[in-house]
């Protein structure tokens, strides 16, 4: 009570929001009369001019009553449109970052031209997000003259632009396209292998047209890049035959600690003969290595009945802790596969995450953010909650007419659909334009059938041909159109009462391309006339009415199929027709109404009419979009925890590619792995006579490739810390004379390549991991255990694998890669195989949505090859053995 008596006093925050905006409206109709006076010339010149001042320190707050004034007056000349005050409110809150909710036909997307400028006067880019590729095109084109006229530069980006393309675009001042797209282009850009091929600039400010649609409908499925998890699975089975031929202590060495296998000399050499390979080090081989000891792993560490079971062909991990098998679960890098192949089972070759992102988390990213759409208060507390928006309801520039009829309910389907081809014929017979709207094709189509019975000329809309859909809508305001659409089909185009003559002159255009001028002058003026006598007709048909045939989950698409009528102050209608057997009714409970129209004594084809009916839909349609709200923040709970790991792995990959402290990074690795290795070895709670002295040298030299007997260094007397030292001054001496044997220039081009490769392919399978840990994390609530409390721990604990291994693998490349300098292999060949295979998916079950931009990305460019002084026969060996070469990698000369 006391609330509404204060809401009564000083208004609500809405309308205190607009009142503090309506004195910077005036500020703006101040400046009119002195901008009317400037010629084409002057009007485009404020724009360096307001951005000399933003260099001089303004900001763009400051400048926004002149530039909003600039903006109108520029589109009155280009566009023949002037901005009412109520845009220019509807401008201003989108400019502070907020959703401005605009009624259907209030010129919404003439509202976005003003902070659209103010904001890409700063230089870093703005970014207007649409629904479809249609609509960005049509955007960018038509507000694209207003923009350029001021001195602007408009880039789009849609399906099929190729990458060169692509980066100009999103470097001009004001880039527009689909929230697709925008999302794949940032996932696609953190796979790129060089800085300068990325697209993407950071991310500065967004204007989101059809804000509910897309950051609340589609919110529930990522954005997922994927691909296949191997090339193929034959390199499994390849690799698996020759385990057998290896032996232990002689071939490989084994850790039963932590569970690994890694492959003496004598094993290199043995395994490098069995796979006919020449050197299992080179670059373009690293990825059989990877193979080979996994599989020794699968063979020599995994054992069936302990580890795991097989059942039903699959294997099946068995949790070390309970003994229980964990359904669902697999293996990451490539050691499931291992374990298939030594098992003889199918390997799974499923496709695999590359990278994901949900819309949540990517318009997050943005410095500021901003809305717009005409239904967006029902969703108000969730765009506050989850984005940090609030809404502000702009009012029209003229009060709404619009009669919304209370719903009908009927018995069966059957019965409604009689009663809405009746509904229909009668409209129809009156000249009163109807649109229809469906929830589904089958829907439409049924009621499409209907209408051809009764003779009723039609149009089916069903949201999969934009252009056409746009043209189609255009045109469902003329005298008797019946127009049947899926509640998404045509949005963004306004239904003008009457006809739209510039569609209907484009059409006659297309049919007559020579027509001469004078002609095409003549003949818009036709359709104008003609248009303007049938608007009046449609007005005292009652204009335009809306028939729902079921009420949508949510009440904000209901309210966008009604808000198709009464644009800026037309008449119109609108009406939901109901059947028991609606989905919503089910779940609303249509026995209780059921009950009621028999004991109405209610004849079948007769429906209930009453207000209370509405409002208890009403209330069963809060209870799905609470639940709906549920299920959006736990998805993005969970995202969160991958979107900090995310965030980390991209930050590490730009510091690679822009070269960043890579020898640093590479330094802090080594000796990470070297004091991991120390001690596991010479563990502090342990005597120094209890160290295992013998096999910390085993492990230098699998890790190192240093053989610390022959480089003559003792470690029988040394404490740790000596021990330490020691070992660090042979590890830097050696990877120091490598680095400089490659040259300078090489040396950091293999760091580089080798960090990617591994970062990637290591993500790739975390990705992977993390996929199969989420969906059995639910099952762990039955174990009165939070399963979003464990999806973060052991998430956590997989990332520290994954960075653990990240680590050791790239050490153990650097010091035994081998890089034929003569012949160096262009980079694009040792990218990634499934870089060419990426499928682009928003939504997890069937990958469908935006492909790979139809040029290839560049890839990074080839490394110098460089000449090398030929080695002596008696020289060390300059893998780093310790050997002469004569005896090492020169045996075979």
């Given at each position: 009570?006391?609330?509404?008596?204060?809401?009564?006093?000083?208004?609500?925050?809405?309308?205190?929001?607009?009142?503090?905006?309506?004195?910077?409206?005036?500020?703006?109709?101040?400046?009119?009369?002195?901008?009317?006076?400037?010629?084409?010339?002057?009007?485009?010149?404020?724009?360096?001019?307001?951005?000399?001042?933003?260099?001089?320190?303004?900001?763009?707050?400051?400048?926004?009553?002149?530039?909003?004034?600039?903006?109108?007056?520029?589109?009155?000349?280009?566009?023949?449109?002037?901005?009412?005050?109520?845009?220019?409110?509807g401008g201003m809150v989108l400019h502070h970052g907020k959703i401005a909710e605009m009624k259907t036909g209030e010129g919404k997307t003439l509202v976005a031209t003003l902070p659209v400028y103010l904001n890409a006067l700063a230089g870093k880019g703005v970014h207007?997000?649409?629904?479809?590729?249609?609509?960005?095109?049509?955007?960018?084109?038509?507000?694209?003259?207003?923009?350029?006229?001021?001195?602007?530069?408009?880039?789009?980006?849609?399906?099929?632009?190729?990458?060169?393309?692509?980066?100009?675009?999103?470097?001009?001042?004001?880039?527009?396209?689909?929230?697709?797209?925008?999302?794949?282009?940032?996932?696609?850009d953190n796979m790129k292998f060089s800085l300068e091929d990325r697209a993407q600039r950071d991310l500065n400010y967004a204007i989101v047209d059809e804000v509910d649609s897309i950051l609340i409908d589609e919110a529930r499925t990522p954005l997922i890049i994927s691909?296949?998890?191997?090339?193929?699975?034959?390199?499994?089975?390849?690799?698996?035959?020759?385990?057998?031929?290896?032996?232990?202590?002689?071939?490989?060495?084994?850790?039963?600690?932590?569970?690994?296998?890694?492959?003496?000399?004598?094993?290199?050499?043995?395994?490098?003969?069995?796979?006919?390979?020449?050197?299992?080090?080179?670059?373009?081989?690293?990825?059989?290595?990877?193979?080979?000891?996994?599989?020794?792993?699968?063979?020599?560490?995994?054992?069936?009945?302990?580890?795991?079971?097989?059942?039903?062909?699959?294997?099946?991990?068995?949790?070390?802790?309970?003994?229980?098998?964990?359904?669902?679960?697999?293996?990451?890098?490539?050691?499931?596969?291992?374990?298939?192949?030594?098992?003889?089972?199918?390997?799974?070759?499923?496709?695999?995450?590359?990278?994901?992102?949900?819309?949540?988390?990517?318009?997050?990213?943005?410095?500021?953010?901003?809305?717009?759409?005409?239904?967006?208060?029902?969703?108000?507390?969730?765009?506050?909650?989850?984005?940090?928006?609030?809404?502000?309801?702009?009012?029209?520039?003229?009060?709404?007419?619009?009669?919304?009829?209370?719903?009908?309910?009927?018995?069966?389907?059957?019965?409604?659909?009689?009663?809405?081809?009746?509904?229909?014929?009668?409209?129809?017979?009156?000249?009163?334009?109807?649109?229809?709207?469906?929830?589904?094709?089958?829907?439409?189509?049924?009621?499409?059938?209907?209408?051809?019975?009764?003779?009723?000329?039609?149009?089916?809309?069903?949201?999969?041909?934009?252009?056409?859909?746009?043209?189609?809508?255009?045109?469902?305001?003329?005298?008797?159109?019946?127009?049947?659409?899926?509640?998404?089909?045509?949005?963004?185009?306004?239904?003008?009462?009457?006809?739209?003559?510039?569609?209907?002159?484009?059409?006659?255009?297309?049919?007559?391309?020579?027509?001469?001028?004078?002609?095409?002058?003549?003949?818009?003026?036709?359709?104008?006339?003609?248009?303007?006598?049938?608007?009046?007709?449609?007005?005292?048909?009652?204009?335009?009415?809306?028939?729902?045939?079921?009420?949508?989950?949510?009440?904000?698409?209901?309210?966008?199929?009604?808000?198709?009528?009464?644009?800026?102050?037309?008449?119109?209608?609108?009406?939901?027709?109901?059947?028991?057997?609606?989905?919503?009714?089910?779940?609303?409970?249509?026995?209780?109404?059921?009950?009621?129209?028999?004991?109405?004594?209610?004849?079948?084809?007769?429906?209930?009419?009453?207000?209370?009916?509405?409002?208890?839909?009403?209330?069963?349609?809060?209870?799905?979009?609470?639940?709906?709200?549920?299920?959006?923040?736990?998805?993005?709970?969970?995202?969160?925890?991958?979107?900090?790991?995310?965030?980390?792995?991209?930050?590490?990959?730009?510091?690679?590619?822009?070269?960043?402290?890579?020898?640093?990074?590479?330094?802090?690795?080594?000796?990470?792995?070297?004091?991991?290795?120390?001690?596991?070895?010479?563990?502090?709670?342990?005597?120094?006579?209890?160290?295992?002295?013998?096999?910390?040298?085993?492990?230098?030299?699998?890790?190192?490739?240093?053989?610390?007997?022959?480089?003559?260094?003792?470690?029988?007397?040394?404490?740790?810390?000596?021990?330490?030292?020691?070992?660090?001054?042979?590890?830097?001496?050696?990877?120091?004379?490598?680095?400089?044997?490659?040259?300078?220039?090489?040396?950091?081009?293999?760091?580089?390549?080798?960090?990617?490769?591994?970062?990637?392919?290591?993500?790739?399978?975390?990705?992977?991991?993390?996929?199969?840990?989420?969906?059995?994390?639910?099952?762990?609530?039955?174990?009165?255990k939070n399963p979003l409390t464990e999806y973060k721990r052991e998430g956590y604990e997989l990332f520290e694998q994954m960075m653990a291994r990240i680590q050791a693998d790239v050490v153990e490349q650097l010091f035994r890669v081998q890089v034929a300098l003569e012949?160096?292999?262009?980079?694009?060949?040792?990218?990634?195989?499934?870089?060419?295979?990426?499928?682009?998916?928003?939504?997890?079950?069937?990958?469908?949505?935006?492909?790979?931009?139809?040029?290839?990305?560049?890839?990074?460019?080839?490394?110098?090859?460089?000449?090398?002084?030929?080695?002596?026969?008696?020289?060390?060996?300059?893998?780093?053995?310790?050997?002469?070469?004569?005896?090492?990698?020169?045996?075979?000369?």
């Amino acid at each position: 009570m006391f609330g509404t008596l204060i809401k009564k006093l000083v208004g609500s925050k809405n309308d205190r929001d607009l009142r503090a905006l309506a004195a910077t409206v005036r500020r703006i109709n101040a400046l009119e009369p002195e901008l009317t006076g400037l010629s084409d010339d002057e009007l485009a010149g404020r724009t360096p001019a307001f951005r000399a001042r933003l260099d001089q320190g303004e900001s763009l707050n400051d400048l926004l009553p002149e530039a909003f004034a600039v903006v109108r007056e520029g589109s009155r000349r280009v566009m023949r449109m002037r901005h009412f005050d109520v845009q220019l409110i509807g401008g201003m809150v989108l400019h502070h970052g907020k959703i401005a909710e605009m009624k259907t036909g209030e010129g919404k997307t003439l509202v976005a031209t003003l902070p659209v400028y103010l904001n890409a006067l700063a230089g870093k880019g703005v970014h207007v997000v649409t629904v479809n590729d249609y609509l960005a095109r049509r955007d960018a084109e038509w507000m694209g003259r207003l923009y350029r006229f001021l001195g602007l530069s408009v880039g789009v980006v849609v399906h099929g632009v190729a990458d060169a393309q692509r980066k100009e675009a999103y470097n001009a001042d004001i880039t527009y396209g689909t929230n697709s797209e925008f999302g794949f282009d940032y996932l696609r850009d953190n796979m790129k292998f060089s800085l300068e091929d990325r697209a993407q600039r950071d991310l500065n400010y967004a204007i989101v047209d059809e804000v509910d649609s897309i950051l609340i409908d589609e919110a529930r499925t990522p954005l997922i890049i994927s691909g296949p998890a191997e090339q193929s699975t034959d390199k499994y089975y390849q690799v698996n035959k020759i385990i057998p031929f290896l032996e232990a202590d002689t071939h490989y060495t084994t850790e039963e600690k932590t569970k690994s296998a890694l492959l003496t000399e004598e094993g290199v050499a043995k395994v490098e003969e069995l796979l006919s390979v020449d050197n299992l080090y080179d670059l373009a081989n690293l990825s059989t290595l990877h193979h080979v000891q996994q599989a020794l792993k699968a063979h020599k560490m995994f054992h069936r009945d302990t580890d795991y079971v097989v059942r039903g062909g699959q294997v099946m991990i068995v949790d070390e802790f309970t003994g229980r098998v964990m359904e669902g679960r697999r293996w990451s890098d490539g050691l499931h596969q291992a374990v298939e192949a030594k098992e003889g089972v199918t390997i799974a070759n499923e496709n695999q995450t590359l990278a994901s992102i949900t819309y949540q988390n990517y318009f997050r990213m943005y410095e500021k953010l901003a809305g717009m759409t005409g239904t967006a208060e029902t969703e108000a507390p969730e765009f506050a909650k989850i984005y940090d928006l609030d809404v502000v309801a702009i009012p029209p520039n003229v009060p709404v007419a619009r009669i919304d009829n209370p719903d009908l309910v009927y018995k069966t389907e059957r019965e409604k659909f009689e009663a809405i081809a009746d509904e229909i014929l009668t409209c129809h017979q009156n000249g009163q334009p109807v649109l229809v709207g469906t929830v589904t094709i089958e829907k439409s189509e049924r009621l499409s059938q209907l209408l051809k019975r009764r003779g009723i000329k039609h149009n089916v809309l069903n949201a999969k041909f934009h252009e056409k859909e746009a043209e189609i809508v255009a045109q469902a305001g003329r005298a008797g159109a019946v127009t049947i659409a899926t509640n998404m089909a045509g949005r963004g185009t306004d239904i003008l009462l009457g006809g739209n003559p510039e569609f209907l002159f484009k059409k006659r255009l297309e049919k007559k391309a020579d027509m001469p001028q004078e002609e095409q002058d003549q003949l818009l003026a036709e359709f104008r006339e003609h248009c303007r006598l049938e608007h009046e007709q449609v007005l005292a048909a009652g204009g335009l009415h809306i028939i729902g045939t079921e009420r949508h989950e949510s009440r904000r698409i209901d309210n966008q199929l009604r808000g198709r009528a009464g644009r800026q102050g037309d008449p119109g209608s609108s009406r939901f027709y109901l059947g028991l057997d609606d989905p919503l009714m089910r779940i609303f409970g249509s026995e209780r109404i059921a009950g009621l129209m028999e004991r109405m004594g209610m004849e079948d084809g007769v429906p209930i009419e009453h207000r209370m009916v509405t409002r208890a839909i009403e209330n069963a349609q809060k209870k799905v979009e609470a639940y709906h709200f549920e299920m959006r923040k736990h998805l993005l709970e969970f995202d969160d925890v991958m979107n900090q790991q995310r965030e980390i792995i991209y930050r590490q990959r730009r510091q690679i590619l822009g070269g960043e402290g890579l020898e640093e990074t590479i330094i802090d690795m080594i000796e990470q792995a070297l004091a991991q290795l120390v001690d596991t070895h010479c563990p502090d709670e342990k005597y120094q006579e209890e160290w295992n002295i013998a096999a910390l040298k085993e492990s230098l030299a699998a890790q190192f490739n240093i053989d610390f007997d022959r480089a003559g260094i003792d470690f029988s007397s040394a404490g740790k810390e000596a021990v330490l030292t020691l070992c660090k001054e042979a590890i830097d001496g050696a990877y120091h004379e490598r680095i400089q044997r490659f040259g300078p220039d090489m040396g950091r081009y293999i760091e580089r390549l080798v960090l990617l490769r591994n970062v990637d392919t290591l993500w790739k399978d975390h990705l992977l991991a993390m996929d199969h840990l989420k969906e059995g994390i639910g099952l762990r609530g039955y174990g009165q255990k939070n399963p979003l409390t464990e999806y973060k721990r052991e998430g956590y604990e997989l990332f520290e694998q994954m960075m653990a291994r990240i680590q050791a693998d790239v050490v153990e490349q650097l010091f035994r890669v081998q890089v034929a300098l003569e012949a160096a292999a262009p980079v694009e060949d040792l990218a990634p195989a499934y870089a060419a295979r990426m499928v682009f998916s928003h939504a997890q079950p069937t990958p469908v949505g935006a492909p790979e931009p139809e040029e290839p990305a560049a890839a990074p460019r080839q490394a110098p090859a460089r000449a090398e002084d030929k080695t002596g026969r008696n020289d060390p060996c300059p893998c780093g053995s310790g050997k002469k070469y004569k005896k090492c990698h020169g045996v075979d000369e």
